[in-house]
């Protein structure tokens, strides 16, 4: 199994996938991009955080600590998903907000799109972020056969509201999925994608898996909190230990696809490509994000 933590543009992962698939492998090809997860947000940078999925892949893989995202979230997905860089289509500067009119031109094509001519089954799982005012601009009319998640830039991980007030931003492809209200999403998410992995073992698959961890809003599940009540809570107000949990069960989902690839005998006919969006948001007078982007100065822009 081939798997790579990268931190090489974001964009070259558009044109190194394509490489792998035209030379004939890997059969399954998964994504798993976190959100505002710095670098000092993983164990092995700071021992009090919960990441032992990713440090056993990270010491199986090859990690590309030479890799670059750009400073926010829809600007890193643009590169990722054209293969060109945000400032060429207009992409460059910040994120679209709450339902906003804003979109990636459908003049360009998008990796599922270059996938699924090359006979892989497409799967989205998690947030879009990339255009979603008609449904033209949707994942499955941008190449994805199938888009399970959420189409905006933040929600509530249990209520699943987003920028907008008074909304339910969670779809089952054009189904609004009312009864997972009061679910964690990134657990929504995780058992679908086991079920995407069972259903297609035999068959040749490329899953882009976003789940919102460590995005605002700031929550996560009373287990993974327990996970790290060694996290002080001081100065900071408890920040990094909502931060730590929400890392963690970012992490716990890693794990559990893994360990479905493994189960099913099909986990070194794999490549897994992680990383995180950008990194973690600066702290300001009113709200604390606990993220930690050590040994660099700047933070998510």
Known sequence: MRSFTVYVAVAALFVFTISMVEAGKPKHIITFVADDVGNGDYDWVDPSMVTPELSKLR????ECTNFYTLQACTPTRTAMMTARYPHKIGFQLGKIKGFG????????????ATMKAVNYKTYMLGKWHLGYCNESLLPTSRGFDHFYGFLSGNQGYFNYSNDSPNTFDFWDDDRVVWEKDGEYST???????????????????????????AHAPFEATNSSLERCAHVPIDEDNGARR??????ASMDASLGRIIQKLKDLEIFDD??????????APKDSE?????????PYRGSKG
């Open 242 to 247: 909502i931060h730590c949990a929400m890392v």
């Open 187 to 213: 657990d929504a998410l995780t058992e679908r994608a086991l079920k995407i992995i069972e259903d297609n073992k035999d068959k040749k698959i490329y899953m882009h898996f976003a789940p919102q961890n």
């Open 59 to 62: 010491n199986d893989s090859l």
């Open 270 to 279: 794999t490549l897994i490509l992680y990383f995180s969006d950008n990194g």
């Open 286 to 294: 009113e709200k604390r994000s606990g993220g930690f982007n050590y």
């Open 101 to 112: 009119l804003r979109w990636i031109n459908v003049t360009h094509t998008m990796l599922p």
